[in-house]
């Protein structure tokens, strides 16, 4: 069974520029989970999707939203970005609703850098 | 509110047994626990449920006091494969899962 893709692995931005990340769950998992991971911060909690709704979210700033199709696809997106956005972005997929008792898979990542 | 790991970093030889702690201010429903290699994607290693239960996985065990909203992560006779970031999430009524800030493992021959 293919893992958790992520796409692209490598992203280099400007500042006010917009990002779209995506990934593609394991198939047959229907929610899809986003973090944010930084050095001396850990994996802050971005928010999750299950069946195409917004069913959690962190605390971060309006500039970062996401999305999840039908085929439980999911994209992310952070506009006017601003150079403490730099991080690795990793999306983690769950058969069904992560948070409390379901093991999570998580994609390699996508490392964002802005200049 | 994101949980409290100890310690920060441990430096440890083959052989030997560490813990780490991962504590909330919170009321848990469950505690899961995550190792991440250099490089690599975090990787499930158990999850806890409330209820005080430990649970192990070869050398590595786990337990978890839903009153004292503690967990902690057992690993015993260390191999250098233990090496990486150990990572505590805790979920509670909000459903979502919150991670701690890492304890980084480095085991040495």
């Known amino acids: 069974k293919a893992g958790v893709t992520q796409t692209p692995r490598y992203l280099i931005k400007t500042r006010g520029q917009q990002v779209t990340l995506s990934c593609s769950p394991i198939?047959?998992?229907?929610?899809v989970s986003w973090y944010q991971q930084t050095p001396g911060q850990g994996l802050q909690f971005l928010f999750e999707?299950?069946?195409?709704?917004?069913?959690n979210k962190g605390n971060f700033p309006g500039r970062f939203s996401g999305r999840q199709f039908s085929n439980s696809r999911s994209e992310m997106n952070v506009s006017t970005l601003e150079l403490g956005d730099s991080a690795l972005y990793l999306c983690?997929?769950?058969?069904?609703?992560?948070?409390?008792?379901?093991?999570?898979?998580f994609g390699p990542g996508t490392r964002l850098t802005v200049l | 509110q994101q949980p409290v790991q100890s310690p920060q970093a441990v430096i440890l030889r083959e052989g030997e047994d560490a813990v780490i702690n991962c504590s909330s201010s919170?009321?848990?429903?469950?505690v899961h626990w995550y190792r991440q290699k250099h490089g690599e994607a975090p990787v499930f290693l158990m999850i806890?449920?409330?209820?005080?239960e430990q649970k192990g996985h070869d050398k590595i065990s786990a337990s978890f006091n839903e009153k004292k909203q503690q967990s902690s992560l057992y690993l015993t006779a260390s191999q250098l494969s233990y090496s990486g970031t150990y990572f505590c999430?805790?979920?509670?009524?909000?459903?979502?899962?919150?991670f701690g800030q890492g304890t980084t493992l480095q085991v040495k021959p």
């Open positions: 983690a997929s769950s058969l069904r609703t992560s948070g409390i008792y379901n093991e999570q898979f």
């Open positions: 198939s047959g998992h229907r929610s």
């Open positions: 999707y299950f069946s195409e709704t917004q069913r």
């Open positions: 919170k009321a848990l429903y469950s």
């Open positions: 806890l449920l409330k209820g005080g």
């Open positions: 999430g805790t979920a509670s009524n909000t459903g979502k899962l919150i």
